[in-house]
């Protein structure tokens, strides 16, 4: 219609500046600055008036360029710029966040001495808050005489974009309450409501919810829109719903927030039927690429995959796929539910493919199970010569973290480091996580010490680092100086801190961090009430483990399996079973984790008939298929038994290859037993299995030294000798005050050693004469009586036992701590010990605990 007006003033009255302003004007409110300009152009006269339309056309459309550089023409020429053509180019100013363009505009509106007027002012307010200037927007602010709303707006907008949210706050508390008769109007509702949503502050929300009520706003649809968005970024997605349905102007953002918030949630369902009812609304109503946007983070199971398919359909039709970001989205969405074609095929359906494209391709690969792909596309990305970004370096990082390629990873933290990158935070912590998942944990703590700034994140994925890769003493010290650093610890450094304490057996420490956690209401989370339980129960203090566990306001499966297997290890097979039982009939189905938890119990305690019923119970009831560490401790438990026929057959039985982990334990029961035949033919499976492995060797020199044939046992260590492979050392540890001794077996070199020998010295005669007899089977060399009697005086436990009866206060609970098993002569000793000094001694081996108390040990002497 416009343009027909045009054609008739073009043959009338084509020289009229009234009109010919009015049509630049016309145009620009259309959508259509080109035409405006066109008309500008044509005119044979300009006056100011024309000039400011068109400007103001340019500025009305997001040209904030265009805007300026007609600005600098008007400069050149006779006009001179007035009141209205500045708060145009400084609003073009701040869209371009061009600040020194908006200080030079400033100072001409001085010069030209139009700094007082209102709408030039608001415009700067506005100008500087955009740019990050806020203090000048404050300066700008305090220098009006008489501020209207469109200043206090322009203010609060200035606090709010700049993150200062009580200063935005204050700002419109001082509308409510301050000069004149200023009453909030929408632009106000629109623009504090986003603070509210942003930082969560439902309570603030909730009161401009009434106040809107009151004002009679909340009938507008942007302030409503405003309002629906704010209850679904405070989590009150039901608030937020029943303000949509009770709304009777919803328009597309409407539908678009209310989409976004099901979305937020996680909610498939929620979301494509809201999707559904907007396409029911008819064809005013039709979902656009920004709806697009917001269905497409649902979609990240396999399960999904055909909504995701007629939901791009859809953009298909309606051009949409022609939009680069909903393109990308598409190819990261088909990605995560694993259709990798599907993905491949948008990705190289696209005429344009920016970085951002590749990245969505290359970051789908990554996350989504494909590492190897990742790889291949950054290489071809790079052949096109497109440069990545800090998004492709990290999605890189990831897949060579997935693909555990230490190599290609040095290569990539070479390009980071020649490129600067490496001040990223987030390319930090995928370096971080890269050394950690390949076991370099010294090369992630060097990259984790050059960071400029370390966040809580990167201390967590350093501490978790540490506790993966199974160093304790490491964790323990960064975690100690997190605190120092005064970073409050999250939830996942507790964690990392209580499997540490459970590795290292460090109970007073465990102590102290369960203190804390308790303080700073960490153990609400399940995963760290588990963590606690562990940590207890593997630092000998099965007791204390139930108390948390009983306490427990829910107790979901982990928990559950957890104290299960701590009774395990503890030898309590009769308390797991009664605990599995319970499980059960509170409605909890157990996994494979609970089975191994179970089985381990009971080849602990040697209840091998309950042992059975359970394992063929776990396909038959529980519909679970055994694994190998499952028949890992079947084989454990008919071996420790006796039953080595049994065990034999079952190996025999297994559809999937018994790894080395299952002839080990068949192995160590031939040599309990002295069954050499066996014992032979499983040491030839062992070794040929596993030939890499030192405590392979040594299990097999153990059975050959059983028995007396040295011969064999030289041979065997003739050829880990050869191999270059070399067995633990027996090491025991013990914790007195908090700080941790440790001990090697015949170590004379300790500051104390004499006083230690001579302790042990005067305990064996106390035990002596309660009926102790040295045990020199336990000595696996070629050696005289004598020779093996000394040799068994050494042993790292009983140097950490009497290290600790001189360290520590009569009647105070002894836990030694052993990195292999128990020899049967310090296990007949501990006994006699606990009954002569009246104390309990806790021995945690490489498989269980021993308690002794007054001669007697928990595990029944079955271990």
Known sequence: MGRKVHDFISKNCNNDFVISTRLITMYAMCGVPLESRFVFDHLERRNLYQWNALISGYTRNDLWGEAVLLFVELLVGENTPDNYTFPCVIKACGGLSCLVLGQAVHGMLIKLGLDSDMYACNSLIAMYGKCGCISDSVKVFDKIAVRNLVSWNAMICGFSENGLKEESFIAFREVLMGEG?????????????????????????????????????????MVNNALIDMYVKCGCISDARILFDKSVSKNEVSWNVMINGYSREGDVYGTFCLLREMQMEGETMRANAITILNVLPVCLEQSQLRSLKELYGYTFRNGFEYDEMVANAFVAAYAKCGAFTSASNVFYGMEIKTVSSWNALIGGYAQNGDPRMAMESFVEMTSLGLDPDWFTIGSLLLACSHLKSLNDGKVIHGFVVRNGLGVDSFIGISLLSLYIRCGEPLHARIVFDGMEERNLVSWNAMIAGYSQNELPNSVIDLFCKMQQDRIQPSEIAIMSMFTACAQLSALRIGKEVHCFALKENFVEYDFVSSSIIDMYAKSGCIEHSRRVFDKLS??????????????????????????????????????????????????????????????????????????????????????????????????????????????????????????????????????????????????????????????????VRGKMKEMGLSKDARRSWIDVDGKVYNFLIGDDKLPESEKLHETWRELEQKIVRIGYIPDTVSVLHELDEEEKVNILRGHSEKLAIAYGLLKTTKGTTLRIYKNLRICGDCHNAAKLVSKVVHREIIVRDNKCFHHFREGQCSCGDYW
């Open 554 to 715: 829910f107790k979901d499966l982990v928990s559950w399996t957890v104290m299960i297997t701590g009774y395990g290890i503890h030898g309590r097979g009769e308390k797991a079973i009664e605990l599995f039982e319970k499980m059960k009939r509170e409605g909890f189905n157990p996994d494979g984790l609970t089975f191994i938890g179970l089985l381990m119990a009971c080849s602990h305690a040697g209840l091998v008939e309950e042992g059975l019923k359970y394992f063929s119970g776990m396909l038959e009831e529980h519909n679970i298929e055994p694994k190998l560490e499952h028949f890992a401790c079947m084989v454990d438990m008919l071996g420790r038994a006796g039953y080595l026929d049994y065990a034999t057959r079952l190996i025999e039985e297994m559809t999937e290859e018994p790894d080395s982990g299952i002839w080990g334990a068949l192995l160590s029961a031939c040599r309990i037993h002295s069954d050499m035949d066996l014992g032979e033919k499983v040491s030839k499976k062992l070794l040929e299995l596993d030939p890499n492995q030192a405590e392979n060797y040594v299990l097999v020199s153990n059975l050959f030294a059983g028995s007396g044939r040295w011969d064999d046992v030289r041979r």
């Open 181 to 221: 008769d200023l009453r909030p109007d929408v632009a106000t509702l629109v623009t504090i409501l986003p603070v509210c949503a942003s930082d969560g502050e439902l309570d603030m929300g909730m009161v401009i919810h009434g106040l809107a009520v009151r004002l009679g706003l909340d009938h507008e649809v």
